[in-house]
């Protein structure tokens, strides 16, 4: 049973823009922190961003002011703007679930995003 599912990843340059996209199934959404991580080649996992019910909100440092996080309640969906762009930026990002911040139950497959230099 997939709870969740990650779409929008893909080539970009540096500079320019994507949105990621994560559906989820309602029971999960409607519980959990939603939010979304990364694995760069040869790196652990680490955070980018989380949104609560509340919309409270947590990023890293490093995509702070380029990357927002949104959720749609009435979609179940979650979505993750990422602007200006950067080559470290390239990974494997993941939808992630959990009942805070920083504790993950539930992880989507991945969407593999490229950002070219």
């Known amino acids: 049973q997939v709870h969740l ?3 929008g990843g893909g080539l970009v340059q540096a500079g320019e823009s994507l949105r990621l996209s994560c559906a989820a ?3 999960i959404f409607s519980r959990n922190v939603m939010g979304w991580y990364r694995q760069a080649p040869g790196k652990l ?3 980018v961003a989380t949104i609560s019910s509340r919309d409270s909100t947590n990023f890293a440092d490093s995509v702070k002011g380029r990357f927002t996080i949104a959720r749609d309640n009435a979609k ?3 979505y993750l703007q990422m602007n200006s762009l950067k080559p470290e930026d390239t990974g494997v990002y993941y939808c992630s679930a959990g009942p805070t911040w920083y504790t993950t139950s539930y992880w989507g497959q ?8």
């Open 5 to 7: 599912q990650e779409s």
């Open 76 to 78: 179940n969906m979650v």
């Open 110 to 117: 991945g969407t593999q995003v490229t950002v070219s230099s």
């Open 25 to 27: 199934s309602a029971a």
């Open 45 to 47: 996992r680490e955070l």
